[in-house]
T-cell receptor
């Protein structure tokens, strides 16, 4: 079991550029969650999917953020255009219905300059 | 507003000392999760408490759930440097998504 795999681990980009974060959940897990962590706001849920379908995107900050899950083994979180205030650590987590606890990836540290 | 408040926000203890971290919910709890995050890394699942009065232990870490007080406490006995990190409580509030608390930073010095 390779765990939840996120890429890249670190991303530095210029303001205005498009950023794509990637996540591969654990095989057999049917729920996937994207979180953002900052010092000011802590760990915030952005969006989650169940069986590849977006269920709740109420945490997505604004239209610049979008997330997709084209299949059970891959999800992306895209920011276009990026802004300095988007700088944070973005985590992906997955879980299986009926099994307690999420498994988190190692996160992507995004810096927008 | 924050649904889950943790206290203290940060804690510095000497190795060997006991400590307690609290997590208080503003809404009815239907179970509570505890996670640990090492600096610069992802969250590691510690334990889940489902019923009022339930108590679970993992190595030297014990957590309890008080549903009436809408509160959980996490207690570390004889702390070690390996216990250092950020401890987060999380709750689902009868949904599939977990909302996390504000976090408690723990440092343990020799």
């Amino acid at each position: 079991d390779a765990g939840v795999i996120q890429s890249p681990r670190h991303e530095v980009t210029e303001m205005g550029q498009e950023v794509t974060l990637r996540c591969k959940p654990i095989s057999g897990h049917n729920s996937l969650f994207w979180y953002r962590q900052t010092m000011m706001r802590g760990l915030e849920l952005l969006i989650y999917f169940n069986n590849n379908v977006p269920i709740d995107d109420s945490g997505m900050p604004e239209d610049r953020f979008s997330a997709k899950m084209p299949n059970a083994s891959f999800s992306t979180l895209k920011i276009q255009p990026s802004e300095p205030r988007d700088s944070a650590v973005y985590f992906c987590a997955s879980s299986r219905t009926g099994v307690s606890g999420y498994t988190f990836g190692s996160g992507t540290r995004l810096t927008v300059v | 507003s924050q649904e889950l408040e943790q206290s203290p926000q940060s804690l510095i203890v000497q190795e060997g000392k006991n400590l307690t971290i609290n997590c208080t919910s503003s809404k009815t709890l239907y179970g509570l999760y505890w996670y640990k995050q090492k600096y610069g890394e992802g969250l590691i699942f510690l334990m889940m408490l489902q019923k009022g009065g339930e108590e679970k232990s993992h190595e030297k870490i014990t957590a309890k759930l008080d549903e009436k007080k809408q509160q959980s406490s996490l207690h570390i006995t004889a702390s070690q440097p390996s216990h250092a990190g950020i401890y987060l409580c999380g709750a689902g509030y009868n949904t599939d998504k977990l909302i996390f608390g504000t976090g408690t930073r723990l440092q343990v010095f020799p």
